[in-house]
């Protein structure tokens, strides 16, 4: 009697790639998470909006070093800001970022 075999499992197909130029944008968000300087201004603008000064005393990093990261991370929409008077206010740009930031840790974590 001849063994009875099993079907082969057909591969799923590969998923779709996106554009090239999209591919380039996601991975230019991803080297900005590559500066450990960057992600400690995100942590500390994880639950409250803070000023450059402010940032600085927290991570005792200069306010100079502190403003050229705020520009890389405003320009990848990682973080927003407003003027209150003569004083501008950082934030994360939205949850999205905080998910990123949990999703990071959580990955790192296991």
Do not use: W
């Amino acid at each position: 009697m001849s063994p009875i075999s099993e079907p082969i499992p057909t591969a799923k197909p590969l998923p779709q790639l996106p554009g090239d130029e999209v591919l380039y944008e996601l991975a230019d968000l991803f080297r900005v998470f590559g500066d450990s300087t960057r992600i400690k201004i995100l942590y500390a603008l994880y639950e409250r909006e803070l000023c450059v000064q402010e940032i600085a005393d927290t991570l005792g990093i200069s306010q100079s070093a502190i403003s050229h990261q705020l520009r890389v991370l405003k320009d990848s929409k990682l973080v927003r800001f407003r003027r209150d008077g003569k004083a501008v206010i950082y934030a994360l740009d939205d949850d999205h970022v905080r998910n990123l930031l949990n999703m990071g840790m959580e990955h790192i974590e296991e």
